[in-house]
């Protein structure tokens, strides 16, 4: 399973490239940045997001997901806390959280094996009853199915 807690982005994007076989020319010429340039972001921790843009596009990989998963793991109380200002932000208001699958074995695991109550993992990571007893019967049926 994935590590979200230390994201090296520079590492992944490296190993997709490789895996994906693209020449370096090209790489180049989307990126808009020199060979050392490239090797200097293959060795960044983190890169500014419009470069990270650029290489979601080229490699067709959504790298910002990583970061986004980070916080789901690893500030799921974040969302709890209540602004104390009535101000509503022009920003755009996600409704929906982005749930992959390690997360949705991760916490099935965690009720499963009694570690947390259905109502704690409501509570911790803010995932809607609904959605979490949907996740426990689809897992639950595919054990069953197994056997």
Same mark, same amino acid.
């Given at each position: 399973?994935?590590?979200?807690?230390?994201?090296?982005?520079?590492?992944?994007?490296?190993?997709?490239?490789?895996?994906?076989?693209?020449?370096?020319?090209?790489?180049?010429?989307?990126?808009?940045?020199?060979?050392?340039?490239?090797?200097?972001? *293959?060795? /960044?921790?983190?890169?500014?997001?419009? !470069?990270? %843009?650029?290489? =979601?596009?080229?490699?067709?990989?959504?790298?910002?997901?990583?970061?986004?998963?980070?916080?789901?793991?690893?500030?799921?109380?974040?969302?709890?806390?209540?602004?104390?200002?009535?101000?509503?932000?022009?920003?755009?208001?996600?409704?929906?959280?982005? *749930?992959? /699958?390690?997360?949705?074995?991760?916490? !099935?695991? %965690?009720?499963? =094996?009694?570690?947390?109550?259905?109502?704690?993992?409501?509570?911790?990571?803010?995932?809607?009853?609904?959605?979490?007893?949907?996740?426990?019967?689809?897992?639950?049926?595919?054990?069953?199915?197994?056997?």
């Amino acid at each position: 399973m994935f590590k979200y807690k230390d994201i090296h982005i520079g590492l992944m994007i490296r190993q997709l490239v490789q895996e994906e076989g693209i020449d370096e020319e090209r790489i180049v010429n989307f990126i808009k940045a020199t060979d050392e340039e490239i090797e200097e972001m *293959y060795a /960044a921790k983190s890169l500014d997001t419009e !470069v990270l %843009l650029r290489w =979601s596009k080229l490699l067709g990989y959504d790298f910002f997901r990583i970061y986004s998963q980070h916080l789901v793991w690893y500030a799921p109380n974040l969302a709890n806390e209540k602004r104390t200002s009535k101000k509503t932000s022009e920003l755009p208001q996600f409704r929906k959280n982005i *749930y992959t /699958a390690e997360l949705i074995k991760f916490i !099935v695991e %965690l009720v499963q =094996s009694g570690k947390k109550q259905p109502s704690e993992i409501v509570a911790d990571y803010r995932i809607p009853k609904n959605t979490l007893y949907r996740w426990l019967r689809k897992h639950e049926k595919k054990d069953n199915t197994e056997l």
